[in-house]
């Protein structure tokens, strides 16, 4: 495929600074991928030219096609951010007083820190939702260049956040005394990776004319997710008479809440009088109407750099927009939609993607397509399911669910390691035949006395104990903190060093477990008035590693669920946004805190995964803290053309019949259990 006439002039600009506004589907990899040859083809020699992204995914597959449009493997340093700071650790060390082996500090590190410094400030208590607050806090300060001693006087002068504000002194006290732990151990965070070079870069000039004759040119792709510390690491790093080239869309800017900041886009001006900007708004992924859609959202928000996104594709189906009664209503429509979707036009579940603002929102999704027997993954369940450490963890959780769980008991009886032999499960396994009793009653009958004895007794018993007792606390309060305590106690940490010396895998082993208990927390105290007991979060852990399963078996064909925010750089033939209402999408936080310009964003980037077609689906009604409301259609579809939408209002009748159905809803769905129950026996 040839380059169209913006593409080749981005490829061909090697000169001077250069910026590439890449609009959705306009081939902004082909550009860099060609520009790093042409590059080459000017005789700049490879170790001198170097490309930054933003993930280690997004890397690898830029140096794979390189490799194989050159035919040859090139040293073209090709890395993430955080990669090409820790190379810069690694020469620089001695200048950073640092020790020559870095020591690196994971997320699951900052939490348990984390955990014990919260107790010598003035907070209540050491709750989940602190912790990751503080571990915010202390990454965007790093991203803003901050260290302990410049945080300003006036939280207004840092954030917006209004948990920052309301105990922004605390914060930084916590900040002061984390910085001070982690110099005395000589340990690094991963926003460190980014602040010490830049520092440096800026402090020590002799340093930085090294590094400005080093790299001779420099790529940066997603620049728009750039935050201060990397917008300022670059600069200092190519210096002020710099060739480079960064390539971006403020449109999709989407991760303000993690520090990055679109308008870095526009200091490149100030810092680089000469700058080229070059436009790609040929698109090449989606249909006439799915950009005029996008290009009439995105309108509405203010821009230095305007684009027009044009289709190679002709104006294709309009846009749909569907109304529901509520969200069990929407998710049997979607799964409706797609089912009967696929049967007319011979398609495959790998051809359709359902969107969503939060996570929460995949629940009733899940449970619709699981009844339906269509495979889904829910954003890498697929491979997340398959890990001991997560399989360890939930055969714990269904060990407290439900006792009678033979198989989950004899997965954990004896992990972490408790002395409980093959003899004694043996002797387990004895007893419950006898009696015809599950394991765990086989655990406490009075035969068992008097086949094991000593501390294999001693350690089983214990073991039940401390099973039934935490069994009690939680179900008693639907307490998920009482299982994370349970959990802790177990001291699965060290039981996963103690199998192996790989201090990385056991990192990421740890991060893994971290993501489930997060999951748990968040289902079993859902902020939206949806808690979910520990034999709910089990009952949807086996629906989410069913359909995991059945993906694999179908090997791509499978539905995939996932949050907008997930989906950035993805396409899908036919896509289904879901919650398209008011406090949804825009969200009720960013409604609160006046930032709809990057909700708008986000929706622009949802829209612009779609290829052929695209559903936007919205309820008049939702169930929150228990109460059944009414909602508002989100404000984007009426910003909108409507020439390329097609309405499917709820009839006067289905209005009537969601009112109705506000007062009875509570008996509805305890009709619908108990029917439940009935089919069960």
């Not at 590059?39 to 490879?46: A, S, T």
């Not at 340093?77 to 001695?94: A, D």
């Not at 797609?338 to 996570?359: M, P, Q, S």
């Not at 986000?602 to 689906?617: D, F, H, S």
Request: charged share 25%; with cysteine.
């Amino acid at each position: 495929m040839q380059l169209n006439e913006q593409q080749r002039q981005a490829v061909e600009t090697i000169k001077g600074p250069c910026l590439v506004i890449a609009g959705a589907g306009s081939g902004k990899t082909r550009v860099i991928i060609n520009k790093i040859k042409n590059l080459l083809n000017h005789g700049i020699p490879d170790k001198n030219i170097y490309a930054v992204t933003f993930t280690n995914k997004a890397a690898a597959e830029m140096r794979e096609r390189l490799r194989a449009d050159l035919k040859a493997n090139a040293k073209v340093n090709i890395s993430t951010f955080h990669t090409l700071g820790l190379n810069f650790i690694k020469k620089e060390y001695r200048l950073l007083n640092l020790k020559e082996k870095v020591i690196l500090s994971d997320t699951h590190d900052q939490r348990v820190l984390l955990r014990d410094l919260i107790l010598h400030t003035d907070f209540i208590g050491v709750l989940e939702d602190q912790i990751t607050f503080a571990q915010n806090f202390i990454s965007l300060a790093k991203n803003k260049l901050l260290f302990p001693g410049d945080m300003p006087a006036n939280p207004l002068d840092f954030t917006n956040n209004p948990e920052f504000i309301k105990n922004y002194q605390i914060y930084c006290r916590l900040y002061h005394y984390y910085f001070t732990y982690m110099q005395s151990i000589s340990t690094l965070d991963f926003d460190d990776l980014i602040l010490l070079p830049t520092t440096l870069l800026k402090f020590n000039a002799k340093v930085r004319a090294k590094y400005n004759k080093r790299v001779k040119y420099l790529l940066v792709d997603e620049y728009q997710d750039t935050n201060t510390s990397q917008y300022e690491f670059i600069r200092y790093l190519v210096g002020p008479e710099a060739d480079f080239t960064v390539v971006g869309d403020d449109d999709q800017s989407i991760y303000s809440w993690r520090g990055a900041q679109p308008e870095n886009l526009n200091r490149l001006k100030e810092d680089y009088p000469s700058l080229q900007v070059i436009f790609l708004e040929q698109n090449y992924r989606s249909t006439e109407n799915i950009l005029e859609a996008a290009n009439k959202l995105i309108a509405n928000n203010p821009h230095i750099y305007s684009k027009n996104l044009k289709s190679v594709h002709g104006k294709g189906e309009l846009i749909k927009v569907k109304a529901h009664e509520n969200a069990e209503a929407e998710a049997y429509s979607v799964v409706s939609n797609i089912l009967e979707h696929k049967f007319n036009n011979n398609t495959n579940f790998g051809d359709y993607a359902v969107l969503y603002r939060g996570n929460h929102q995949s629940r009733l999704l899940e449970k619709e397509f699981a009844d339906n027997d269509i495979p889904v993954v829910i954003n890498g369940d697929a491979s997340f399911f398959e890990k001991s450490e997560i399989k360890d963890c939930i055969a714990y959780l269904r060990v407290l669910s439900n006792f009678d769980d033979d198989k989950a008991l004899m997965r954990i009886i004896n992990v972490p390691r408790r002395e409980i032999g093959s003899k004694t499960v043996v002797a387990i396994g004895e007893v419950a035949k006898r009696y015809n009793c599950s394991f765990f009653d086989a655990c406490l009958h009075e035969d068992l006395l008097t086949m094991i004895h000593g501390r294999a007794l001693q350690q089983l018993q214990d073991f039940i104990y401390l099973i039934t007792h935490t069994a009690e606390a939680i179900n008693s309060n639907n307490d998920f903190f009482a299982f994370k305590t349970f959990f802790d106690e177990l001291d699965y940490e060290q039981f996963l060093y103690e199998q192996t010396d790989n201090k990385q895998a056991v990192e990421a082993q740890l991060k893994n477990v971290q993501s489930l208990l997060d999951m748990v927390r968040r289902w079993m105290s859902d902020a939206y008035g949806n808690p979910m007991t520990l034999a709910e979060v089990v009952q949807r852990l086996f629906l989410r590693e069913m359909s995991a399963n059945k993906a694999k078996e179908h090997s791509e064909d499978f539905v995939q669920l996932m949050t907008i925010h997930a989906s950035k750089g993805l396409e899908f033939p036919y896509v289904h946004i879901v919650g398209c209402e008011e406090e949804t999408i825009p969200h009720r936080t960013s409604i609160e805190e006046g930032n709809i310009e990057e909700e708008r964003r986000l929706m622009y980037v949802g829209i612009t995964r779609a290829q052929k077609e695209l559903t936007l689906n919205y309820s008049i009604s939702q169930k929150r803290n228990g109460e059944v409301t009414e909602t508002e259609v989100s404000r984007f579809i009426g910003e909108l053309p409507s020439e390329v939408l097609e309405f499917h209002e709820l009839s006067a009748q289905e209005i009537e019949e969601s009112k109705f159905s506000k007062t009875d809803l509570q008996f509805e769905e305890l009709m619908n259990r108990l029917k439940d129950e009935d089919e069960d026996f």
